[in-house]
């Protein structure tokens, strides 16, 4: 049945090609007008299962949090550099970044967020204070004058910090004494400042006393060389088209600030901006690969059938089968995923193999004097099974992967298997009509001339490679065992291959959102890959953000809470704030300081600095560096006799010229003191925090858009990505705590588990269907098996050859091994069915046509996947790496192999007879 259908194609060609010519061109605008729609995602969540609870709950967050995909800012430079840039920058995004939407304009983002909410804590600061710290601190707020202030400053310290090393053995601890240090250090330098008889105006003292109260306004690292702004976008992750179009804005604000800030630097990373980078470069990259593996394959096909015209008609009729296959993935998929996007590169290595055996077996016939019709029936007689059953194989096995529970690999398997078969039908259709033509016209100028010349017989097979096979299979003991041998070897080097847990070596390298994640990390100790969970109320959130804070791999975690404590919470710590209004409200202000109080202060100043030492000394052995950083920034380096001490200076001037000094400090006081205690006593509300109270800055942080779902944010303690095992323990501890625990470090762990754990049950399911089609075709399970045997081989040699080349199996690679399956198949499968074709003592006939269609498939197929490499995308030359090492070595375990058992069976068994074709 299927050779007279193949006689039928074969005779439609030659007798119609005009009509197939109409039908294809019907078919190709049908195909086409689908592929114009189909749309990329970028996001890793798409390659999880649907159902998965960390991909419903990541979804969940990226479209409900209008805060969960901000584009981030980071600036780099001096402190007052970097806060005028950050001023300058957030005004011109809101001001100028707006794009059309019909007859209105949308604006792009609605925030830029890189201060602290000052108002809101100028309202309800003590509030927010924990009760234990409250306790240890009320009496810091009590008295606004300088004597008083310092006493009491010193009296907190001692009972919060000096000698009690739990105070600053968590990073959330840390992170509170080096704000608490950085205000002491303010006011400390404003003093010097003072004593030096420098001029103070009345707003830099009030910035010191809101720094002691509220800390550092700005988003500043800890060295403030840096800055972040977080600019919140009024589209998702979803809108691609305003995802490049709001990035690209941004960078071209910050490219046009260059000569006003030629010594400032600024980038753009975050989800947003790494999106906008995944997918133009992706897309970029794909771009260039493809003209390569296109141009690559041309000239292959040129040099090897020594014509032109042909190779050019192949790629054609490749270009219109991509157009098909992407035609056709818009029916089975709604979008591209980052992995289903290099449909195209894929295709074009292996959909390029249809017509090379074509051409292989049309050309053959035609060389020897064959008619365009003889040429045409051999093509489709001789190829043509082989190409259907190699074509069906390959795509089963593809489809295999959709019993994977990643929609990643599920969608990989249909995109490429439905792909592949487009690509299938459409050479079957098209390709054969441009042969006729191509005869045709040559004929008809032939026809022409006076004296046409005769047609030259001519071959154009590769009869060196039917030579080495005759020879191997002569040899076969030697070939076998040289196989076995060298299979032996590939089986120890791939027994040592290792896997690459680290994301960021999938990520594009050079790329500005990528570099500034370990900016992030290196300025302010934190990453940009966080862990989340989504809880149904504040109590919720604090409930589970407080057992997050109990776990060691858990750096920072920030729910609304920090803003919204508790209603218990709140009452709690009511009575001391009550307390603390009553003694500052008493307080009296005193204009002037007395002459007999210098000694108090300068003796407070020198108890200051002796607690500030002791902490040092504390964050020294403890380990705690950016509290010692901070340390020494205010009380000197003990290991650097050499650096600057704000103390010891201010108590030198001190001692020298009191009189003078106790002026200064007067005038100090006078606007110190009045302002402090204003701004305590509007601190000290017991009026209880509700939801409404806060403003949207915080509530778009930890509160989606109805209000009835929040964010609670878990930092690890160190980068996920170095060390596979840490990123285990860490994800192990989250979902100790929640199960709906999500987050890329989660994402791309369970990715890792998913496509391994899958790759292996689709890998075996392909093994399985292909043999199982092999016996339907061959109708011989030992043809089948035979054909199966150098795939098998080959998969071992790929992953050897891995291994020895410097190769890791990753993410995207380990996508390949079920996908090589359906690739390599192929080889054997043509080499088989001309065998039996051929029949005994032929095999250098066999490999000399066939033999030369598999190189020349297995060379264009590599080219096709080795483009890839090349690639700025490392994801995709990690798969098209070990791609184009899978296609080279089953290519080579067929010649040995195929070689060795053929040659085994015919001098053993003389085997096969001939077929009638």
Partial sequence: MRERFLKKMADWHVAFPWRMLIIF???????????????????????????????????????????????????????????AYADLIATQILKLVDVPTGTEHMKLFRRVDYKTEIEFLKKHGLMLIKEDNLKNSKEVFTDPNLKGFLFNLNQSLEKEYVGKKESISTRENEDQAVVFLDGIQTLASTLLSISKGEAISETEIRKAADKFLF????????????????????????????????????????????????????????????????????????????????????????VSFRMWVAPILAIVNLLMGLIWAIGATALVVEQLNIMTQMLAVILIGLGIDFSIHLISSFTEKRSKGGSVSEAMHHAFLKSGKGIITGGLTTACAFYTMTISQSQGMREMGLVAGTGLLAVLLCTLLFFPILLVFRERISEHRLTRKKHPPKTKSRDISFGFLGKIADWLSRKYVFTLLAALVLSIFFILAASGITFDHNYLNIEPKGLTSINLYDTVLDKFDMSMDYAMVLTNSPEESYRIAREYRKIGTVAITEDISLYLPTPEQQKKRTAYIQEIHESIKASPINNMIRLEDMSAIFSEIKRLEMNIIEIQDMAFIGGQDKVDTKCKSIVGDPDNPQSGSIFKELLSILETNQTHIRDELSNFQRLFAPYLKESILNMASTQPIGINDLPPSILDRYCNKERN??????????????????????ADDLKRVSENTTGMPLIFRALVEVIGRDGGNAALLTLLVVFLLLWIDFRNPAHALMAMIPLAFGIVWMIGLMRLTGMQLTVMNVMGLPMILGIGIDDGVHIVHRWKLEGKTRLNVVFASTGKAILLTSLTTMLGF????????????????????????????????????????????RLPLKQKS
């Avoid at 995308?873 to 990690?878: D, E, L």
């Avoid at 098209?880 to 053993?908: D, H, N, P, Q, Y």
Wanted: aromatic fraction near 12%; hydrophobic fraction near 50%.
């Fill in 215 to 302: 800390g550092e306004p700005y988003f500043l690292s800890y060295d403030k060389k840096a800055l972040i702004l977080n600019v919140i976008p009024n589209f998702t992750m979803m809108d691609l088209d305003l995802l490049v179009t709001g990035t690209d804005a941004v960078q071209e604000i910050i490219n046009k600030m260059e000569n006003q800030f030629p010594d400032i630097k600024a980038g753009l990373t975050g989800f947003i901006a790494v999106g906008r980078d995944e997918m133009v470069y992706s897309q970029k990259s794909l771009g260039y690969t493809t003209l390569i593996a296109l141009i690559a394959i041309l000239v292959l096909l040129i």
């Fill in 709 to 730: 779902r929040f964010l609670v944010t878990i930092f690890p303690a160190e980068s996920v990505w170095q060390d596979a095992e840490y990123l285990d323990r860490f």
């Fill in 25 to 83: 061109i019907i078919i190709t605008f049908v195909f086409g007008f689908l592929a114009s729609n189909i749309k990329v995602t970028m996001r890793w969540s798409d390659l999880l299962p649907s159902k998965d609870k960390r991909t419903v709950q990541f979804n969940k967050i990226i479209d409900e949090f209008v805060s969960a995909t901000s584009l981030v800012v980071v600036v780099q430079g001096p402190e007052d550099r970097i806060k």
């Fill in 866 to 909: 080795g483009s890839l490499v090349f690639s700025i995308w490392p994801g995709f030359g990690h798969l098209g790496g070990a791609l184009f090492l899978g296609v080279g070595a089953c290519f080579l375990t067929t010649v040995l192999f195929l070689s060795g058992i053929i040659g085994f069976i015919e001098r053993k068994y």
